[in-house]
């Protein structure tokens, strides 16, 4: 018979559960999207736990609706995670000062920064700071259904005058049904901002200062432009959009968009496939060249990085997040595993993988490229101020273009509230 100290000195030793758990590292990673994106990201963390034995990434994942009330207060709790999808707007509200999140230039060894030019790099520096790195670049392009245009025997508007008369065309030749583009008030409010601002050379907010940068002849213009855009049966008018089920009810969910009795978009190049994906086959869409007036010093095209992974502050493991950072943003087979579910990829190689493999739809490609080309032209586009996406700021600009909308105010009282009481919001939220 075993005495009790031999006995123990046979028996295996089998570690208690707690010491299996301090030996695991643990990440936690949120990110917002459909169905889509959250399957592919799943399938990428699982070929990071597979290369990184001992490694666990806890995904924290959901619609858009509510994921920034979320990581605010998570933010405000200092329990954020390790690693999160953020808007490159949220920069300016979660790190005014850079200090926010992890800087990321001290793991520069460990992430794919050779994959990105120095201007995308510098869309996520705050203070010098690196908070946040793009996964991509997104702008707003104009989408025809080329076949409502042949319909009409009317080439695709390429300028701002073809632009102005295509509503009047359409409704002439095809119907009072027909518009030339849909779009919810602030797609409108965007397109109109562009032509102003080639006129003019600057943005409703000015890109680098919390105030207002337009002049008051600007902002007339500004509210004109809208205007003309409605009045001539160009774009679709807001009561209109309201009285069939919503306001902001997305395009490819329109009866009169599948139709083809909406003519055009103006829309981000990221959602063409939703767009598209309830168009009747024998309709052709087509990428819209940007108009430009002779002259502009400024593009006045709208792009910005779409979304961005960014390292919270109080991350015990920032070297490790940003491994699988770099694993989300530049791997081959993550890439091959995330596909464009978050839009095309920015980092070079990862962009390369997706064409080489025909991953990319030809009108997405092309939509690419046309930003591109814009981004690389002398007038380039001007990056705008995260403050003009702030939701405060964001909700009073639809406010005073909802009062033209429906003719409550005219264009001079409208320009003068965007300047005034839009620098007093500024002042408030900078």
């Given amino acids: 018979m075993l005495t009790r100290r031999q006995w123990l000195a046979a028996t295996p030793v089998v570690a208690a559960p707690w010491v299996h758990a301090q030996a695991q590292r643990v990440l936690r990673m949120s990110w917002w999207g459909g169905a889509a994106r959250h399957a592919a990201t799943l399938k990428a963390l699982a070929l990071f ?11 924290e994942y959901m619609g858009f609706n509510g994921y920034l009330e979320r990581l ?11 690693l999160m999808q953020i ?41 010098g700071k690196l908070n946040g790195i793009p996964v991509s670049y997104s702008a707003r392009i104009l989408l025809w259904n080329a076949s409502t245009f042949a319909k009409a025997d009317l080439a695709l508007p390429r300028s701002w005058d073809e632009l102005f008369a295509s509503g009047a065309l359409l409704r002439s030749r095809l119907g009072e049904r027909y518009f030339a583009l849909d779009g919810e008030l602030y797609d409108m409010m965007l397109l109109a901002q562009s032509h102003v601002q080639q006129r003019h050379g600057t943005p ?12 008051e002849a600007a902002a007339v213009l500004w509210v004109q432009t ?18 069939l089920g919503g306001a902001e009810k997305p395009t490819e969910q329109q009866p009169d968009w599948t139709a083809g009795h909406w003519a055009g978009n103006y829309t981000w190049d990221s959602v063409i496939g939703l767009r598209g994906s309830t168009i009747p086959k024998d309709q052709k869409l087509a ?50 595993v995330l596909g464009r579910t978050r839009g095309v990829p920015a980092a070079r190689d990862a962009f390369e993988t997706l064409v080489r493999n025909k991953a990319l739809p030809p009108l997405e490609l092309q939509a690419h490229a046309q930003i591109q080309r814009q981004r690389t032209s002398p007038i ?13 700021l964001h909700r009073f600009m639809r406010e005073v273009f909802e009062t033209v909308a429906y003719g409550k105010t005219s264009d001079a009282q409208a320009a003068r509230r965007l300047i005034d009481e839009g620098n007093a919001m500024l002042r408030r939220i900078h």
């Fill in 204 to 215: 409703y907010v000015h890109p680098k200062e919390p105030r207002v940068a337009m002049s």
């Fill in 72 to 82: 605010t207060a998570q933010v405000a709790g200092g329990s954020e995670p390790d």
């Fill in 87 to 127: 808007n490159w707007a949220w920069l300016a509200m979660f790190s005014k000062r850079g200090t926010g999140f992890t800087d990321l230039h001290a793991h520069a060894k460990v992430l794919p920064m050779d994959q990105y030019s120095a201007g995308d790099l510098a869309m996520g520096e705050v203070a």
């Fill in 226 to 243: 809208y205007r003309k855009l409605i009045d001539g049966h160009v774009a679709t008018p807001l009561p209109l959009r309201a009285s």
């Fill in 287 to 336: 990428i819209g060249d940007f108009p430009t007036l002779d002259g502009a010093v400024d593009s006045g095209m709208f792009g910005r990085p779409s979304l961005m992974f960014a390292v919270g502050r109080n991350c015990k493991q920032p070297a490790l997040a940003a491994e699988l950072m770099a694993h989300l943003l530049a791997d081959p087979q993550a890439t091959q």
């Fill in 49 to 59: 736990e597979q290369s990184h034995p001992g490694v666990k990434v806890k995904a």
């Fill in 380 to 392: 380039g586009i001007t990056l705008p101020n995260p403050l003009f996406e702030h939701a405060r």
